[in-house]
């Protein structure tokens, strides 16, 4: 009779352990990136634009309709090796400065950020786009690497999205420019005679480069 209590008794303890750590090991449900944009408008200013890709006059930034995103256009941003290329012309970057003002009590992050660009890469070539963000005078940066390989010839896309726990947010009540340093590399192929490049600016024009915001209410100040 005790030996059948005991186990009873064992039986039972490990089924709640199991359901303790069942519920444990479920992560929390994440809410929507986009909840609560503020109605008031956002004004972006440029305060730097420094880079390869980006010489003066060839890169604009807007706000969209519905202040969850921004738009920053490039008409010049190209990188390419093999045959008569620079040798310098293998990597282009640009860094992006910028003052983003928003209605008081909200402070935002960046949630995702959608590329688009045209390439063309021979037989081994291999062509990378990467991108990393970060507040001024803020030790955290997050970043993303895509790679793209040859034989290839077409529009290309990328999106970079951080998940909702890992979102990163402006300090609230403080003034810190938020910075995007963005690059395009390409390596030439099996054949270093023949051109292969990568750009950031499609087949029909400028191209648009996308950053969504997530947005976050502040603490009331008493």
Known sequence: MNILRKS????????????????????AVAGPHFTNPPPDSIVID?????????????????????NTSFTVTYSDYLAQAGGDSSPL???????????????????????????RGFGYLEEGATGTQKASYYFSGDAQTSSATHVLEGPYSDNWQFS?????????????????NFNINT?????AGDDPDLVS??????????????????WKRCPIEE
Do not use: W
Request: hydrophobic content about 45%; proline content about 5%.
């Open 8 to 27: 009873s008794l064992f039986a039972g303890m490990i089924a709640l352990a199991t359901v303790l750590l069942t519920s444990v090991a479920q992560p």
């Open 46 to 66: 440029v305060a730097t634009v420094n880079g390869s890709g980006c010489p003066a006059g060839t890169a604009a930034v807007a706000v969209n309709e519905g």
């Open 89 to 115: 012309d293998f990597r282009k970057n640009c860094q992006l400065n910028l003052i983003v003002n928003v209605p008081g009590g909200f402070t935002y992050a960046i949630a995702r950020a959608d590329y």
């Open 160 to 176: 970079d999205e951080v998940d909702a726990p890992q979102l990163v947010y402006k300090p609230c009540g403080e003034e810190r």
């Open 183 to 187: 690059e395009l590399r390409v390596r």
């Open 197 to 214: 490049f990568m750009a950031m600016d499609s087949t029909d024009g400028d191209i648009e480069t996308v950053y969504h915001f997530a």
